[in-house]
């Protein structure tokens, strides 16, 4: 019993707090549009280990990747996320959005995003939406 107890520890990951990690924040040009932003975050060796691309004005989240992949499924994700939602709210932003290639997909699910079309009628992906 013991020994199952102990390889489990061993084998869990654990939960990783946002503040751990150095970030910057970046303002990007798309379309003649200055509401474009990017937060990269940065271990303590300086690698980049995630990043998340998003539009203050209509919402969307553009790019969203935890890509180190012994950083994923450890709440980072979440964190960021929220941290987005945040800065939207106070900017005014009352929906949030995105396009992803994957459906059904978990994190965006239990994060409150609900299976929509894109408000965006270009894309024939499948889209994501949450109020904030």
Not at 7 to 35: C, Q
Not at 66 to 95: A, C, D, F, H, S
Request: hydrophobic residues 35%; charged residues 20%.
């Amino acid at each position: 019993m013991i020994i199952k107890y102990l390889r489990y520890l061993f084998n869990k990951k654990f939960p990783l707090k946002i503040s751990d990690f150095s970030h910057t924040i970046t303002n990007i040009e798309y379309y003649k549009s200055i509401y474009n932003k990017r937060i990269t975050y940065f271990d303590k060796s300086n690698i980049e280990i995630g990043y998340i691309e998003y539009n203050l004005h209509s919402g969307k989240i553009c790019l969203f990747f935890i890509t180190e992949e012994k950083y994923r499924n450890r709440g980072l994700g979440e964190q960021i996320l929220q941290k987005v939602i945040n800065n939207m709210k106070q900017y005014g932003t009352n929906r949030a959005w995105l396009v992803t290639a994957n459906c059904p997909h978990k994190f965006w699910e239990k994060n409150g995003f609900t299976y929509a079309n894109p408000p965006d009628c270009s894309v024939t992906m499948h889209g994501y939406t949450r109020i904030i």
